[in-house]
């Protein structure tokens, strides 16, 4: 296993990093012991979950995730330092969750206290926001004419922004996280949250994790850039496009108790005609070089220039093992160059 600098913080993560949230849902107590243990056992330190999981999010899942995890720590206290622990508080939304409310310093306070509490620990190493307070060109969202950016009030962000930054500091200052991270965010938010960190002494911003993948590479190269000069890690999430770059469900298949056979709260929308092709072009080229596609996705995430760790999940063990076995892998120059024409001519297929 490699490892990389999870930013400025001075920790060092390894190249994978162990994604939770089917844990509860598609996932049990056992299935999650069992990942757990392959994990840590080959190598992975950085583990990442979040308060809204798992998925698909419902009033009912909400907080099952943490509270799998928690009882592991509990039966095993003497193995929390073996490990990297990361988990995110929600943004606004979801109306069972404080009432839909925005992030802000308060309500950090608040959902810090309460992921301790599931997570059975007495500190997270790194704290999330799972979704910014503005509308973000996520979700689908990237295309012209989604979203518009003009009508947000800047300074009303920025004040939001502060309020979270002093909020965060209070929770590391009581000792309860190490260091926090965004999620799901833009070069703009990375940018205001360092502004602010330098000019009210705060704590800086360590990471981000956004949707990264052969299917959906927009942050490459401006957002990555920005990451690697303020030495932001850079953490990949989705690098499988929900599971469409394995292949299964090529052909409009859809697997017993796959994701895709779950009601998803932004619906399946990287299930269109160009995500066919692309992943039919991919999954040729996987065979041709002796990898699964699965495999192949992965691979090439993690040779990306500014990718720090990629948030793998997994449903069985041996879908862990073939995911983990990816970052033992290389592309040949040949496989990239493939991979490079397939991705021109789908650049955005979704």
């Not at 108790?257 to 040729?284: C, H």
């Not at 069985?316 to 160059?337: G, I, N, P, R, Y």
């Amino acid at each position: 296993m490699k490892y990389v600098p999870l930013g400025r913080t001075g920790l060092n993560v390894s190249r994978v990093c162990l994604g939770t949230m089917t844990w509860g849902t598609q996932n049990t107590q056992a299935d999650a012991d069992a990942q757990i243990e392959y994990a840590l056992a080959h190598g992975v330190n950085f583990m990442d979950t979040a308060e809204m999981y798992s998925v698909p999010p419902t009033a009912e899942s909400y907080g099952k995730t943490e509270t799998i995890i928690g009882d592991w720590l509990s039966r095993h206290p003497e193995r929390r330092k073996e490990f990297i622990l990361a988990t995110k508080i929600v943004g606004p939304g979801l109306s069972y969750i404080r009432d839909g409310s925005n992030i802000s310093g308060k309500t950090v306070i608040e959902a810090v206290d309460a992921s301790l509490a599931r997570l059975q620990t007495d500190y997270i190493d790194l704290y999330q926001l799972h979704w910014p307070n503005r509308t973000t060109p996520h979700f689908a969202k990237h295309f012209p004419g989604k979203i518009t950016f003009t009508d947000v009030d800047r300074d009303e962000q920025s004040a939001q922004i502060l309020d979270i930054l002093q909020g965060l500091d209070a929770c590391m200052k009581a000792g309860k996280i190490r260091h926090f991270g965004l999620s799901d965010d833009t070069t703009w938010g990375i940018a205001e949250f360092l502004r602010l960190s330098d000019k009210h002494n705060l704590p800086r911003v360590a990471s981000i994790q956004n949707e990264f993948s052969l299917l959906h590479a927009k942050d490459w190269p401006y957002l990555i850039e920005h990451c690697v000069h303020e030495d932001i890690a850079y953490l990949p999430w989705s690098a499988l496009a929900a599971g469409a770059l394995t292949g299964k469900y090529l052909g409009g298949a859809r697997p017993e108790g796959s994701r895709w056979t779950y009601v998803q709260r932004n619906g399946i929308f990287r299930d269109t005609p160009l995500v066919e092709k692309a992943v039919t072009a991919y999954v040729s080229i996987a065979k041709k070089y002796g990898m699964t596609p699965a495999q192949l996705a992965l691979a090439w995430c993690d040779q990306v220039d500014g990718v720090s760790s990629t948030i793998i999940g997994a449903t069985t063990v041996d879908q862990l093992k073939e995911d983990m076995a990816a970052f033992d892998m290389t592309l040949s120059d040949e496989a990239l160059q493939e991979i490079s024409a397939v991705f021109k001519e789908y650049p955005l297929p979704f």
